[in-house]
T-cell receptor, first 107, second 114 residues
Framework: DAKTTQPTSMDCAEGRAANLPCNHSTISGNEYVYWYRQIHSQGPQYIIHGLKNNETNEMASLIITEDRKSSTLILPHATLRDTAVYYCMEGAQKLVFGQGTRLTINP | DTAVSQTPKYLVTQMGNDKSIKCEQNLGHDTMYWYKQDSKKFLKIMFSYNNKELIINETVPNRFSPKSPDKAHLNLHINSLELGDSAVYFC?????????????FGQGTRLTVV
């Protein structure tokens, strides 16, 4: 079973920042936090991952709290193509997908 | 170049048949996975192979048998197909040795059992 909790759904206006929260209170010290997304029945797509420090890449930013029990994925300027289900996960060797957050970007 | 490719993309078959889904990755990864996504859209891991050895085997019926001829391929064979096997099956690969790695997924095989 998934060990992370995320809101079931969120809406965001196109061009605004989308902030997706995730709780991972059982994460162990050497486990990374991973974010993936799945766009309409395509294969899941890697977005970003981090251990302790905040991370940024061309797709998103990841903010991890100091106690590592939660994180926030930030899509700085959401577009309609960012509409997808976003999954937050602990670890890497066995990716356990929860229900994710269905993010809808509205025009 | 497609990193993780699955064939076929669509598969429609009758109950009781035996079918196979093939997966190949050209990323040089040493670990491959099979996931099942049912009609409720939950993604569940089924199997994982590392260097051709089974390392993860979730509670999956014995009718499902993965086969890894080499570390670039992981095929899924399903015997005596049932209606409940209808789902989208995703193959993925990653590098096992490090915890700091990302997984790449194929585009899925939509299996419909009639």
């Amino acid at each position: 079973d998934a060990k992370t909790t995320q809101p079931t759904s969120m809406d965001c206006a196109e061009g605004r920042a989308a902030n997706l929260p995730c709780n991972h209170s059982t994460i162990s010290g050497n486990e990374y936090v991973y974010w993936y997304r799945q766009i309409h029945s395509q294969g899941p797509q890697y977005i970003i991952h981090g251990l302790k420090n905040n991370e940024t890449n061309e797709m998103a930013s990841l903010i991890i709290t100091e106690d590592r029990k939660s994180s926030t994925l930030i899509l700085p300027h959401a577009t309609l193509r960012d509409t997808a289900v976003y999954y937050c996960m602990e670890g890497a060797q066995k990716l356990v997908f929860g229900q994710g957050t269905r993010l809808t970007i509205n025009p | 170049d497609t990193a993780v490719s699955q064939t076929p993309k669509y598969l429609v078959t009758q109950m009781g048949n035996d079918k196979s889904i093939k997966c190949e990755q050209n990323l040089g990864h040493d670990t491959m996975y099979w996931y099942k996504q049912d009609s409720k859209k939950f993604l569940k891991i089924m199997f994982s192979y590392n260097n051709k050895e089974l390392i993860i085997n979730e509670t999956v019926p014995n009718r499902f048998s993965p086969k890894s001829p080499d570390k670039a391929h992981l095929n899924l064979h399903i015997n005596s197909l049932e209606l409940g096997d209808s789902a989208v099956y995703f193959c993925a690969s990653s590098q096992f040795r490090t915890l700091n790695t990302e997984a790449f997924f194929g585009q899925g095989t939509r299996l419909t059992v009639v």
